[in-house]
């Protein structure tokens, strides 16, 4: 049936709008069971981050994840699905609620990705209080999801359909954001002007306790490697700062994407006016058509003022035995768990650098094939901590974390990401981040210790760590 537009609904996709979900309500109404109809539209260019800081109210839930350098973003709020999960099961029943969608999803038209399903989960599987509302483990699917890959544009407008769902308001409310979207593209400039405004005008002050508080935890940790009850541990502080004024997404966003553009610059939102942001140069995994790819990055060093010295240090630090030992760690952890999942991982040595503007790493990208069957978040699960950001032992390592970090880490150092029906997926590991509300703001940093790590050295790279997110937000 086509429903023409009529004098009150002038609006140019009603009519095809209606004519597809009339066709989704009627299957609702055979089957008595709801259905998620996923619709998407073209757009012309438009900057999913300048969508973000416009269209959201202050209560929607929202995830924003983009990769400059990829070309890739995505602006999603308006959670048309948000639960959450705790507990030591919490990536299964996680997986589990994505997966009793997918019989019922409908996707007009046909297309390579999407929906998204967002999911955060906290580094412990329990969180000491709530911190900005975040539980260990949280599903959002929104009913706006505004996607760029590389020149193409899209709005995925999700809608759930019931066998009594009235459609005419469903209907207008999508054909007025597609047509809203579609004028939208002018007003991307408006980020502009904050790129512009580079200057640093706020620095944490490093040397506060925080930083002693840190050189105690790298000592006492050196004594237990020293003492053999573990080999690795990744020591985090957190550094909680008050100001008169609010800190602002929209100032530093813009800045963390075009200050680090390898990285994967993020924003997920709590309760209470509360986000997660950051830039984190680190990829957990990424799995599109079957092709998984993951990180394996530990190993730092600062980088070098001039290109002469830049390449020096950058050469120390592929030779650098105690950098290789913290390296090596991480990857065979990454290997091992990927092949006890039945994949067969690919990766070159010696690792390569990662340079990013304030910080060079240690890399190695690992790929694997995997099957349709395999899901993405059982082996985020099999993944997640790496001794990147736990230790080795795993298990002792994430009690000593337990024991000595004062502040519960929440989602600092956990997996950010999205999966989509067709089993594409993109996890990040949630460092380079900060936990902000209002006028405060919770920074993390950590450096992985070994038995020739020295206390004063680590502490330089926390504070060298800090700086993108320190800058960003000043
Ligand atoms: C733990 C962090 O970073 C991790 C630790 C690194 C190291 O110790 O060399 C390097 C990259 C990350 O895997 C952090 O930034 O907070």
Same mark, same amino acid.
């Given at each position: 049936m086509t429903v023409a537009p009529s004098r009150s609904n002038p609006l140019p996709h009603y009519p095809q709008i209606h004519q597809a979900l009339q066709a989704s309500l009627q299957q609702a109404q055979q089957a008595n069971a709801e259905r998620l109809v996923s619709l998407s539209f073209p757009l012309p260019m438009v900057d999913p981050l300048a969508v973000l800081l416009t269209y959201p109210q202050p209560h929607h839930r929202q995830c924003y994840f983009e990769s400059p350098s990829r070309g890739q973003a995505i602006a999603a709020w308006d959670a048309l699905i948000c639960e959450h999960f705790s507990g030591r099961d919490r990536f299964a029943t996680a997986r589990q609620a994505i997966a009793q969608w997918q019989p019922r999803i409908q996707a007009i038209p046909q297309r390579p990705e999407g929906p998204y399903f967002f999911c955060s989960f906290s @580094? @412990?599987? !329990?969180?000491? !209080?709530a911190i900005g509302g975040f539980a260990p483990a949280t599903v959002l699917l929104t009913r706006w999801q505004v996607v760029r890959q590389k020149q193409r544009c899209v709005l995925i407008a999700n809608v759930l359909i019931r066998p009594h769902s009235r459609l005419a308001p469903l209907a207008r409310a999508i054909a007025e954001q597609v047509s809203q979207l579609q004028r939208f593209a002018p007003s991307a400039r408006l980020l502009e002007s904050h790129w512009g405004r580079d200057a640093v005008s706020w620095q944490p002050?490093?040397?506060?306790p925080e930083g002693q508080q840190f050189q105690q935890k790298v000592t006492s940790t050196l004594a237990a490697i020293h003492r053999h009850d573990l080999q690795k541990q990744v020591v985090a502080q957190a550094f909680d700062v008050t100001r008169t004024h609010p800190f602002r997404r929209d100032i530093a966003l813009p800045r963390l994407r075009s200050r680090y553009p390898d990285c994967y610059i993020f924003s997920f939102s709590g309760e209470g006016d509360s986000h997660f942001i950051g830039a984190s140069p680190e990829r957990l995994l990424s799995i599109r058509q079957g092709r998984l790819v993951t990180d394996a990055l530990a190993g730092s060093a600062p980088r070098g003022t001039t290109p002469e010295r830049d390449r020096d240090i950058g050469q120390q630090l592929l030779k650098n035995p105690k950098e290789q030992q913290e390296h090596q760690l991480v990857l065979d952890f990454i290997v091992n768990h990927l092949e006890a999942e039945g994949l067969h991982p690919c990766y070159s040595t010696p690792p390569g650098l990662l340079r990013l503007s304030n910080i060079q790493h240690l890399h190695t990208p690992i790929c694997a094939e995997v099957s349709p069957q395999t899901s993405p978040l059982r082996l985020v699960e099999c993944l997640h901590p790496t001794p990147a950001v736990a230790g080795v032992p795993m298990a002792a390592a994430c009690d000593r974390i337990q024991q000595e970090e004062t502040c519960d880490r929440g989602l600092y150092a956990a997996p950010l990401g999205w999966i989509d029906p067709a089993g594409n997926s993109e996890f990040i590991v949630g460092i380079r981040s900060a936990l902000i509300q209002k006028n405060q703001a919770r920074l993390f940093a950590g450096a992985g210790i070994v038995a020739d790590s020295d206390p004063a050295q680590e502490l330089a790279e926390i504070q060298l760590k800090l700086q993108a997110l320190a800058e960003a937000l000043g």
């Open positions: @580094f @412990f599987d !329990t969180v000491a !209080t002050q490093l040397a506060r």
